[in-house]
């Protein structure tokens, strides 16, 4: 170990007295700026409560809220003008019972359904025909063998009797039934079935020889309507055209355009309402309701309406095809044969 001197310990005293308070005074006034905490925490700045709050200029409850604007209970709620209780209700006003009601204006029974005016058969046409002043009579055949030509006369204005159809086939009871409508003073019209597969000329020749000695009073009728499979594999041009060359031959040998009886649907369908046609006189099958059959296109109006296939009529036992002549009695008369 080494022994020091009193000088030598001064010194050194003096030494560490000298660093001592050097230490001390770099450490003391550090906390004030390592910590700053006026600088950091700086409540005033940082939290400007009266700028960020703005309580005054934010919540503004007397602009925003304006109580008395926006709710407006006087003129929103207005209970006298809005509810109206008087107004909507208005029993009396809307109900209107009696001008809704009026059965006896807006019922018109008697105008819409007009019995006596119109006329016009429904299931029982005959009822109904006695204003329009539309007569009736009957078309017959084998089908009707034993007529009694006295008592129909009373009851029917005209008959229509078949003769023919096909190349060569007559109806049995064709001479019986022509010949006794005759005699009963009943006027009379034929007509032939027509099968478009067969050769129209001889159709025409098979018809028109039985009537030449005695052509009758109506027109001559061709009958058009889909019978089995007579019509299939023609177009609407062909049959037209077979239709339009039996036309002409009946017209040539008796003086007459023949009457086209027919149905819609044939028409329509095979014939697609051929127009050469509509200056024919028009037989139309009908079997409706309605109170007059609706016209195939082109025609302007229907001579004869068979409205049923099982009407009843004094002279003939069972049933009968029924129809309706567009007109009167005289009015009939034109129709005749002029010779």
Sequence with gaps: MTRRSPVMKHAVLMGLLALAPVSAHADDPKPAATNKPAATNKP?????????????????????????????????????????????????????????????????????????????????????????????????????????????KGKAAFVFVKATETTGEVDPDFKTHWSGAKKAGLPRGAYHFFHPKEDVAKQVANFTKHLKPDPGELPPVVDVEEFKKE???????????????FSQGVEKELGRKPMIYTNHVTWSTSFCDHPYFVDHPLWLAAYTNQTEPKLPKGWKQWHFWQYTEKGRMEGIDGDVDQSYFNGTSEELRTLFATQ
């Design 231 to 245: 019509y299939d594999g023609f177009t609407c041009q062909e049959l037209a055209g077979k239709l339009q060359q």
């Design 44 to 152: 005033a700045a940082t939290n400007k409560p009266a700028a960020t709050n703005k309580p005054a200029a934010t919540n503004k409850p007397a602009a925003t809220n304006k109580p008395a604007a926006t709710n407006k209970p006087a003129a929103t709620n207005k209970p006298a003008a809005t509810n109206k209780p008087a107004a909507k209700s208005k029993p009396a006003a809307t109900n209107k019972p009696a001008a809704k009601s009026k059965p006896a204006a807006t019922s018109t029974p008697a105008a819409e359904s007009k019995p006596a005016a119109t006329s016009t058969p429904a299931t029982e046409p005959a009822k109904a025909q006695v204003a329009r002043t539309w007569i009736q009579g009957v078309d017959v055949s084998r089908y009707q063998p034993k007529v009694k030509w006295d008592e129909l």
